[in-house]
Protein backbone atom coordinates (compact mmCIF):
# COMPACT_ATOMS: atom_id res chain seq x y z
CA UNK A 1 0.00 0.00 0.00
CA UNK A 2 1.74 3.10 -1.09
CA UNK A 3 -0.36 6.51 0.09
CA UNK A 4 0.46 10.34 -0.73
CA UNK A 5 -0.10 13.16 0.84
CA UNK A 6 -0.76 16.63 -0.48
CA UNK A 7 -2.74 19.88 0.03
CA UNK A 8 -0.68 21.10 2.47
CA UNK A 9 0.73 25.30 2.40
CA UNK A 10 0.90 28.40 4.02
CA UNK A 11 -2.31 30.39 5.66
CA UNK A 12 -3.32 32.79 7.62
CA UNK A 13 -5.45 31.96 11.11
CA UNK A 14 -8.91 31.60 10.31
CA UNK A 15 -8.20 30.25 6.74
CA UNK A 16 -8.76 26.66 5.37
CA UNK A 17 -7.12 24.25 3.57
CA UNK A 18 -7.85 20.57 2.23
CA UNK A 19 -5.78 17.71 2.68
CA UNK A 20 -5.51 14.71 0.31
CA UNK A 21 -4.16 11.33 0.33
CA UNK A 22 -4.47 8.67 -2.46
CA UNK A 23 -3.79 5.79 -1.40
CA UNK A 24 -2.85 2.66 -4.10
CA UNK A 25 -2.25 -1.15 -3.65
CA UNK A 26 -4.57 -3.37 -1.55
CA UNK A 27 -8.02 -3.20 -0.66
CA UNK A 28 -8.70 0.58 -0.04
CA UNK A 29 -12.35 -0.03 1.10
CA UNK A 30 -11.69 -2.43 4.06
CA UNK A 31 -8.85 0.06 5.86
CA UNK A 32 -9.38 2.33 8.80
CA UNK A 33 -7.56 5.70 7.50
CA UNK A 34 -6.02 7.96 9.62
CA UNK A 35 -4.53 11.78 9.80
CA UNK A 36 -1.70 12.37 12.31
CA UNK A 37 0.42 15.77 13.00
CA UNK A 38 3.28 16.19 14.08
CA UNK A 39 5.80 19.24 15.04
CA UNK A 40 9.69 18.99 15.32
CA UNK A 41 10.73 17.54 18.96
CA UNK A 42 7.16 16.21 19.47
CA UNK A 43 5.62 12.88 19.16
CA UNK A 44 3.62 12.31 16.34
CA UNK A 45 -0.18 12.77 17.27
CA UNK A 46 -3.49 11.54 16.01
CA UNK A 47 -5.88 14.16 14.25
CA UNK A 48 -8.68 11.70 12.73
CA UNK A 49 -9.58 8.70 11.93
CA UNK A 50 -12.54 7.45 9.41
CA UNK A 51 -13.33 3.30 9.55
CA UNK A 52 -14.73 1.65 6.03
CA UNK A 53 -18.03 2.38 4.46
CA UNK A 54 -20.14 4.11 5.42
CA UNK A 55 -17.27 6.14 7.37
CA UNK A 56 -17.40 6.53 11.00
CA UNK A 57 -15.31 9.23 12.15
CA UNK A 58 -13.09 10.05 15.36
CA UNK A 59 -11.21 13.34 16.13
CA UNK A 60 -8.95 15.00 18.41
CA UNK A 61 -10.19 17.19 20.59
CA UNK A 62 -8.01 19.76 19.51
CA UNK A 63 -9.67 19.74 16.11
CA UNK A 64 -13.15 18.79 16.91
CA UNK A 65 -15.85 20.81 15.19
CA UNK A 66 -12.94 22.50 12.96
CA UNK A 67 -11.62 18.94 10.85
CA UNK A 68 -13.78 17.14 8.53
CA UNK A 69 -12.42 14.10 7.26
CA UNK A 70 -13.91 11.91 4.71
CA UNK A 71 -13.48 9.06 2.12
CA UNK A 72 -14.10 8.09 -1.68
CA UNK A 73 -13.72 4.63 -1.85
CA UNK A 74 -14.31 4.72 -5.71
CA UNK A 75 -11.10 6.74 -5.80
CA UNK A 76 -9.62 5.52 -2.88
CA UNK A 77 -8.90 8.76 -1.32
CA UNK A 78 -9.01 10.54 2.28
CA UNK A 79 -9.47 14.04 2.38
CA UNK A 80 -8.97 16.02 5.47
CA UNK A 81 -11.12 19.59 5.28
CA UNK A 82 -9.18 22.22 8.19
CA UNK A 83 -11.37 24.83 9.04
CA UNK A 84 -10.87 27.84 11.16
CA UNK A 85 -7.10 27.22 11.67
CA UNK A 86 -4.80 28.27 14.59
CA UNK A 87 -1.03 28.43 14.39
CA UNK A 88 -1.19 25.69 16.80
CA UNK A 89 -2.20 23.55 13.87
CA UNK A 90 1.27 24.31 12.04
CA UNK A 91 2.44 20.51 11.38
CA UNK A 92 3.69 18.25 9.38
CA UNK A 93 0.48 16.19 8.89
CA UNK A 94 0.42 12.25 7.63
CA UNK A 95 -2.07 9.95 5.99
CA UNK A 96 -2.04 6.36 7.25
CA UNK A 97 -3.84 3.34 6.32
CA UNK A 98 -4.57 0.60 9.37
CA UNK A 99 -5.72 -2.68 6.94
CA UNK A 100 -6.98 -5.07 9.68
CA UNK A 101 -9.30 -2.78 11.66
CA UNK A 102 -12.62 -3.97 10.72
CA UNK A 103 -14.47 -1.27 11.14
CA UNK A 104 -12.56 0.03 13.83
CA UNK A 105 -11.26 3.61 14.90
CA UNK A 106 -7.44 3.31 15.95
CA UNK A 107 -6.14 6.98 17.78
CA UNK A 108 -2.99 5.60 18.45
CA UNK A 109 -0.04 5.67 15.27
CA UNK A 110 0.86 2.02 16.33
CA UNK A 111 -2.25 0.59 15.17
CA UNK A 112 -1.13 1.75 11.24
CA UNK A 113 1.02 -0.13 8.81
CA UNK A 114 1.14 2.34 6.06
CA UNK A 115 2.31 5.72 6.12
CA UNK A 116 2.47 8.93 3.51
CA UNK A 117 5.27 11.15 3.00
CA UNK A 118 3.57 13.95 5.21
CA UNK A 119 2.77 17.50 3.79
CA UNK A 120 3.48 20.68 6.00
CA UNK A 121 0.95 23.12 7.02
CA UNK A 122 1.54 26.33 8.13
CA UNK A 123 -0.60 28.75 10.19
CA UNK A 124 0.65 32.32 10.45
CA UNK A 125 -1.25 34.56 13.25
Known amino acids: VQLQACGGGLVQAGGSLRL ?20 PGKEREFVAAISWSPGSTE ?3 AVNGRFTMSRDNAKTTVY ?13 YYCAAAPGAWGR ?8 DYWGQGTQVTVSS
Not at 25 to 33: A, K, P, R
Not at 80 to 92: C, F, H, R
Not at 105 to 112: D, I, N
Request: with cysteine; charged share 20%; aromatic share 16%.
Open 105 to 112: LWKTKAEY
Open 20 to 39: TCAASGGTFSTYTMGWFRQV
Open 59 to 61: YAD
Open 80 to 92: LQMNSLKPEDTAV
